[in-house]
């Protein structure tokens, strides 16, 4: 009998004769093939490979969503940023069941967390588990929850004070890895659900991040982001109290990787002294990506965010001042409640002066918990739409200028180890995030080389290797 006849629609059931009883029984002796479909941002892909990273230590296998010999089990990492959000996680569990009816579907992630109950009611979900609770989705992977427990294993995240999501070391295909170095969130924009999906802000301790990085360095990984939900707020919770530029300083003196980049940092958290650890680093990229979401007081208010346009303009000044060549992304809603359309081309003008080299656009989407659900003042969705665009324009423009810029300059560039599917190029990043293809053999891959960078095209620029 194979492992997939022993699968079943209902948990407990049969799981006994694969797993070794769910009643506590000795654990499996049969490797379980396990496939993981991700939704949403860098956090929930650390946590993806941190469950497979875990899995794999307690003898499953992964193995891909679409790979044709199926899987014993699918995890669906959700995401719950929007209410369109909500509805592809359920669209994504549904699909895992048709893959394979006789498998295991576990659900997992920010959807679950907020609406585990929703969850439970897809058809074909087995169980429902909450953020960070990795020894459950082992459990429930192997069907040894208990019949008193129920589908469900969530907890308040309101009040965790550890970030327990941690040790992941395989990024499929990766020549950089993510560490997770703070979790949870205290602003409360209006448009965001994720306080409530992750919880409070909490970090993880210096010491800890050193050694996550030593593990890293060890697999292999010659470039490391560093992420969270807020990263910005990394430290305050900590005793002595910290901040995101103590930890970057430790690491920058001690990094055992080659590369740190920085994911998304708010305005206010962009503070001269972490400005100046970067631009005296050879280790830290200098790139930053500084989700602005708004360049308009009025909407900026409306979203309660923790700056204005003045404050968000020294930002951006004191970064090109003292990171020259900085690659410098962002993310911006288009077509906000209330928006006005003096406040948008207001925003797109101060935007298109100030030296981002890439956007992130995303067209307002309600999501129903949020303050921002409630507005009487949504705007149409063409109205959105037509905003996005205008945005996104702005931002190719943007990005193209970027390239263009470098073209003839010398690049560091880690190859990543993926060929480019169509021109069978190698192709990277350089330190600022400007993306690179070059002609070359295998033995470039995960290594940085020198490169001369020649000419611009496709989004990308085209490189040689220095002699």
Not at 114 to 140: C, F, H, K
Not at 316 to 333: F, K, N, Q, S, Y
Request: with cysteine; aromatic share 6%.
């Amino acid at each position: 009998m194979t492992l997939r006849a022993l699968g079943t629609r209902e948990p407990g059931v049969g799981a006994a004769l694969l797993d070794g009883a769910a009643d506590g029984g000795q654990p499996p002796t049969l490797e379980l093939r396990v496939a993981f479909a991700t939704l949403g941002c860098k956090v929930n892909q650390y946590d993806t490979a941190a469950m497979q990273t875990f899995l794999a230590a307690h003898g499953c296998r992964v193995v891909g969503f679409d790979d044709g010999v199926g899987a014993d089990v699918y995890v669906v990492n959700t995401c719950t940023v929007t209410d369109r959000a909500d509805a592809e996680s359920r669209r994504l569990a549904r699909r895992a069941r048709r893959r394979n009816p006789a498998a295991r579907v576990v659900v997992t992630g920010c959807y679950a967390q907020t609406s585990p109950q929703q969850a439970a009611a897809v058809e074909g979900v087995d169980y429902v588990v909450g953020i960070g609770r990795l020894p459950d989705i082992l459990r429930a992977v192997r069907g040894q929850v208990l019949p008193g427990e129920g589908r469900v294993l969530v907890d308040d995240l309101r009040k965790e004070t550890e970030v327990r999501t941690l040790g992941a070391e395989v990024f499929p295909g990766q020549t950089r890895a993510f560490l997770k170095v703070q979790e949870g969130c205290d602003l409360f924009c209006t448009f965001c659900i994720v306080p409530f999906s992750r919880g409070r802000s909490r970090s993880v301790e210096p010491r800890r991040v050193l050694a996550e990085m030593e593990r890293l360095a060890a697999r292999g990984f010659r470039e490391v982001v560093l992420t969270g939900v807020h990263l910005g707020g990394y430290g305050r919770d900590l005793e002595p109290r910290l901040d995101l530029a103590d930890l970057v300083e430790m690491i920058a003196t001690r990094s055992p990787i080659e590369r740190l980049r920085l994911s998304s940092i708010d305005p206010p958290e962009m503070t001269a002294r972490l400005l100046r650890i970067v631009a005296d680093s050879e280790v830290i990229c200098p790139h930053f990506h500084m989700p602005v979401q708004a360049a308009s007081d009025p909407v900026l208010h409306r979203m309660r965010r923790q700056y204005d346009v003045a404050q968000l303009a020294d930002t951006v000044e004191a970064i090109a001042t003292t990171l020259p060549g900085c690659g410098l992304g962002t993310d911006v809603i288009a077509g906000f409640p209330g928006e006005s359309e003096a406040d948008f081309e207001a925003g797109l003008e101060r935007l298109a002066a100030m030296p981002f080299t890439y956007f992130h656009v995303f067209p307002y989407s309600k999501r129903r918990g949020t303050t921002a659900a409630k507005a009487k003042d949504a705007l149409p969705r063409e109205v959105v739409l037509e905003r996005a665009r205008q945005l996104r324009e702005l931002g190719e423009r943007k990005r193209d200028e970027f390239h263009r810029a470098n073209i003839g300059r010398s690049l560091s560039v880690l190859v990543e180890n993926r060929r480019d599917g169509e021109s069978d190029s190698l192709v990277g990043y350089d330190r600022a995030y400007l993306r690179v293809e070059l002609a070359g053999g295998d033995e470039w891959k995960n290594r940085v080389v020198e490169v001369r960078s020649v000419d611009y095209c496709n989004g990308r620029l085209r490189a040689e290797l220095q002699p």
